[in-house]
């Protein structure tokens, strides 16, 4: 049995490999493998580009009361997250608070939110809007509101708010917003949009107090169905797969063709 073949110097095998006759060989694999790089990154991006399209299609259906999606006196549902409710009622300008540090296009500002009080009397904070600051924000409707809005949970990560004597709070969070409120809260909010109102309201025009803001989108969507967008998700470790088996192939062949160490068959 034949030993396998003696190890070249250092040096000398860097320059037999990189001898002219193989330059096409080495750019072909490093275009192969930047290749399969890119398709397999291209399809995760499609896999993350498709669930994020399915958590965000139920801000597409049809809007609904609110009181069917969320009582006031009922616990947030899981299913409500990102429902377009219609919200209807009058407007507590009185009650206005910002919600301070959100950020919007690389800006920090502060969402304006309005209470409505329904004909429950019971209230909602409606988020209408970003603005880089209070004193930027327009003066809060008052008067008759009707609007379509999208559901979000109250925020509730414990955030202090150092300061109760001003309207500025650092989250909104229904807990900490009743004891600044003379009626009940719904144990939520929702974002107003600029969307009608399905059949409307009394005839009435949509009033979302949005006007002289800068409109934001929901914060919290339904997680997206596991096997969504799961054939990208393969595809781009396919093409990884593809992308590694090409450097396998590029490294035996300059160890066996180019280098000469080719190894003995084992014995049996």
Not at 56 to 83: C, K, S, Y
Not at 100 to 112: F, I, M, P, S
Not at 193 to 205: A, C, K, M, V
């Amino acid at each position: 049995m034949p030993p396998d073949a003696p190890s070249l110097p250092a040096s000398v095998s860097v320059r037999r490999a990189l001898a002219p006759a193989y330059w096409l060989t080495h750019l072909l694999m490093v275009v192969a493998v930047v290749a399969c790089v890119l398709l397999g990154r291209w399809q995760l991006g499609v896999w993350h580009d498709h669930r994020s399209d399915d958590a965000a299609q139920v801000t597409h259906e049809p809007a609904v009361p609110l009181d069917q999606v969320l009582g006031p006196d009922a616990a947030f549902p899981a299913a409500g997250m990102g429902r377009p409710v219609v919200v209807a009622g009058r407007w507590d300008p009185a009650h206005t608070v910002y919600v301070a540090d959100r950020e919007r296009n690389g800006r920090t500002g502060v969402w304006a939110v309005t209470p409505v009080v329904t004909t429950g009397g019971s209230g909602i904070p409606v988020v209408r809007g970003w603005a880089t600051s209070p004193d930027a924000a327009p003066a809060p409707p008052t008067g008759h509101a009707s609007l379509v809005g999208l559901l979000q949970p109250s925020e509730d990560t414990g955030a202090d708010d150092t300061s109760r004597a001003d309207d500025v709070i650092p989250e909104l969070s229904t807990t900490d917003l009743l004891p600044r409120a003379p009626y009940d809260l719904y144990g939520g909010y929702v974002v107003a949009t600029d969307r009608l109102i399905p059949g409307g309201i009394d005839g009435s025009e949509p009033i979302s107090g949005t006007g002289g803001l800068e409109p934001i989108g929901p914060q919290h969507l339904p997680g997206a169905d596991a096997t969504s967008g799961l054939r990208n998700l393969l595809y781009a470790f396919q093409w990884w797969v593809f992308g590694a088996f090409a450097i396998f192939m590029w490294w035996r062949w300059l160890e066996e063709d180019v280098l000469g160490r080719r190894r003995s068959p084992r014995p049996r």
